[in-house]
């Protein structure tokens, strides 16, 4: 699995169980994310989606936490 941040493609590890009817994934490298979907493809979508998530949650954060001296560059 591989993500696009900004640009630039992440490669990612996706760990999907089953569980019932739904698969359930994780992702070892961003472990506060996960994801679920009645089909395989649908969990994949969902474990993007939130990492995706989580990346411009983290992104806003830092923006926020900057010092006015600072320079912001984007790696892209």
Known sequence: MG???YGMNVPLTAEIHRD???FVAFCPEVPEANGQGH???ECITSLREAILLLMEDRRE???KRLKTESMLL???
């Open 3 to 5: 993500a696009i941040f």
């Open 20 to 22: 019932g009817d739904w």
């Open 39 to 41: 089909t395989q493809d």
């Open 61 to 63: 954060d830092a923006r």
């Open 74 to 76: 984007e790696l892209a």
